[in-house]
């Protein structure tokens, strides 16, 4: 026997409250028929000071829970989820902008293998959504996505349903509008089967309690910081590889104009310069940074460390096993190119004609250095990661002799 709890976050929803509520009663039929036995419905009342916890209290067949204060959208749904029985829980907005008819088709996708359902309303269903939030979710489904490793095309939906199993994973959420997301972030990261299915979207009754700006500003944070404490490469490597990409296109093309016989460079050139060192020394070091970072997770989750910027791993070893080598050619080569500059001012060439290869002696011997110590404190992280499992090899090895 399945059970579908279905919580509605209210805070001030006076007047579109009662249609929301009969609407998800309504659809109990529909549910039967894919596979869900029975229905409960708990509505969270975060603190309204309007009438919207006395219209509630008024409809049969719906349990009322109410908050002294307001706790945010996340706090209420996080109320609702802990007192839920179902072991399906779903969850919409009390404005009248989800279709609670969608809850069936969504429990069938459930059903059917899905771990966390997301009602998505980017994914071709007709929508009323205003053309800022269509571009906003659209940004912020692309950012995930990317982060990721996974297609979504609704990061921030306000309607769901998922197995109440899976909440264990899903936790730590935020107390405020940014649950959503987070939880998109969390299921992707935490390897939960994520499934997408289409709804429609509809103007709000009320006024809108989203603010495009701030909120934009706080979902951004939100997906990125929780990227962050899964898979920090895949987000400082990317950032990484980038200044590192701008530094070595700048770099050839002053090779190139110096082997053509270019001497000065004009402000856009020394800017462009200046940038390219700037870039590339700061690029190493955050993509160190994040290589790094993961092996600090690993230890935290005590699981395997993550590999590869794309998914899997490009090199093999993997890149970060290669930074002793390739710091200490980086350092001998910029020791070199140093050298031989000095070697060759001092013999009397001019100068103007050395700084640009002393400028790249330093940036290569910079770089040398930087690789060679995240070389090192990985291999360190990398043994505490692996000591436990070691030792409890080596005391299994000395029970069996």
């Avoid at 708990?42 to 309007?50: E, F, I, M, R, T």
């Avoid at 989820?81 to 072991?87: I, K, L, M, P, S």
């Avoid at 997301?118 to 950012?143: C, D, H, V, W, Y």
């Avoid at 989203?210 to 895949?234: C, K, M």
Wanted: charged share 15%.
């Amino acid at each position: 026997m399945t059970t579908l709890s279905v919580v509605i976050p209210a805070y001030n929803e006076e007047g579109g409250i009662a249609e929301i509520v009969h609407r998800v009663l309504a659809i109990e039929p529909e549910l039967v028929k894919v596979g869900v036995d029975r229905m409960e419905l708990l509505v969270v009342d975060d603190g309204s000071k309007d009438r919207t916890a006395e219209i509630v209290s008024q409809i049969p067949g719906v349990r009322l829970i109410r908050h002294a204060r307001n706790r945010g959208y996340g706090g209420a749904l996080k109320n609702g989820f802990a007192q839920a029985t179902g072991e399906l829980i779903g969850f919409l907005d009390a404005d009248g902008t989800y279709p609670p008819e969608f809850f069936p088709q969504l429990c069938q996708a459930a059903l059917n293998g899905g771990e966390l359902v997301i009602g998505s309303r980017m994914a071709g269903e007709k929508s009323q959504m205003p053309l800022t939030r269509r571009i906003g979710n659209f940004f912020f489904a692309n950012l995930l996505s990317l982060v990721g490793r996974q297609r979504v095309t609704d990061s921030a939906s306000g309607m769901r349903v998922f197995w109440r199993e899976i909440l264990e994973r899903l936790y730590p959420l935020p107390d405020g509008l940014n649950l959503t997301p987070v939880m998109s972030t969390r299921a992707i990261h935490e390897g939960i089967k994520v499934v997408e299915v289409p709804i429609p979207y509809s103007e709000r009754v009320g006024r809108s309690k989203l603010s495009v700006v701030r909120d934009g500003a706080v979902f951004l944070q939100s997906i990125l910081w929780t990227a962050l404490s899964y898979n920090p490469v895949r987000i400082l490597g990317l950032i990484g590889l980038g200044g590192v990409g701008y530094a070595l296109l700048v770099g050839l093309a002053l090779l190139l104009a110096r082997l053509q016989g270019v001497t000065t460079l004009g402000p856009w050139a020394i800017a462009a310069l200046y940038w390219a060192l700037v870039s590339g020394v700061a690029g190493i070091t955050i993509f160190s940074l994040g290589t790094t970072f993961n092996y600090l997770v690993s230890l935290f989750y005590k699981r395997p460390i993550r590999q590869g910027l794309f998914g899997k791993p490009i090199f093999n070893p993997p890149l970060d096993r290669q930074f002793g080598w390739m710091g200490t050619v980086s350092f001998l080569i910029g020791l070199l190119i140093g050298i031989v500059s000095i070697a060759l001012g001092v013999s009397g060439w001019d100068f103007n004609r050395l700084w640009l290869y002393l400028l790249g002696s330093a940036f290569f011997i910079l770089i040398g250095i930087q690789l060679v110590i995240s070389w090192i404190v990985m291999r360190v992280l990398e043994d505490l990661s692996q000591r436990e499992a070691q030792a409890e090899r080596d005391m299994h090895s000395a029970h069996l002799h």
